[in-house]
């Protein structure tokens, strides 16, 4: 499992990646990152939603209802021009961020061989 500490960051970034390709409900967005990261991370159900509210306030997704087959209403959300343009940039500070975290990182053996 990935320590939510680590990945807070980026949950922003990963929804709206989700996004991207077509609207979608929280419940469905959360099935898809423990999915797509093969159970390694698991997004908290208040941390879904404080990050659709953020995400809104901002300008970047948009929510709308749809009824479900059998009655009951959804919120969904879909992505915005800003939306798609602040995902751009944070993709662009990841490789960055990638960049340097890397010159702090060593792999285990190669750390220990030199104490």
Known sequence: MISSDVIRGYNDTIILYLLIETPSYGYEI?????????????????????????????????????????????????????GLAYYQEKCQEW????????????GVDEEWKQL
């Open 30 to 82: 959360s099935k898809k990152i423990k999915q797509l990261s093969n159970d390694r991370y698991v997004i908290k159900e208040t941390t879904l939603y404080s990050a659709f509210s953020r995400l809104e306030k901002k300008g970047y997704v948009e929510s709308f209802y749809q009824d479900k087959s059998h009655g009951k209403r959804r919120t969904y959300y879909r992505i915005t021009e800003a």
């Open 95 to 106: 490789e960055i961020t990638k960049n340097v975290v890397n010159q702090f990182i060593k």
